[in-house]
């Protein structure tokens, strides 16, 4: 089915750099340390907004061939991209050490 080509339609230019913007927030807090220890805890949340910003990038280089605010799409791109590097980054850094952790801890657990 084809939307009617009237005046309404709208870039995704605005919405794209607000949910990236989202992301690129939760992203960075969740990605800078907090102390000396490494929080295990916060890789599942990374791995999942690496995967969020994969998809924004992938809606961004869509809606940069159609739309004409390329600005506001050049920047929900930048900050996508950047997102994407700060979590895989993370997580590429401590998955190993996290790992071997939970592997520790289920050795000194008694079995039943």
Do not use: N, W
């Not at 999942?48 to 869509?62: D, I």
């Not at 799409?73 to 850094?93: D, E, K, P």
């Amino acid at each position: 089915m084809r939307r009617p080509s009237g005046g309404g339609e709208k870039t995704p230019g605005a919405g794209l750099l607000a949910l990236a913007t989202l992301v690129a927030a939760a992203t960075f807090s969740l990605a800078l340390p907090t102390g000396p220890a490494i929080d295990c805890d916060r890789l599942p949340a990374l791995g999942v907004l690496a995967a969020l910003a994969a998809v924004l990038l992938a809606l961004c280089f869509r809606g940069l061939a159609t739309a004409g605010k390329r600005s506001l799409l050049g920047a929900s791109l930048l900050l996508a991209a950047a997102s994407l590097f700060a979590g895989t980054a993370f997580l590429v850094r401590y998955r190993a050490v996290c790992g071997q952790l939970q592997e520790q801890l289920r050795q000194q657990q008694p079995h039943h």
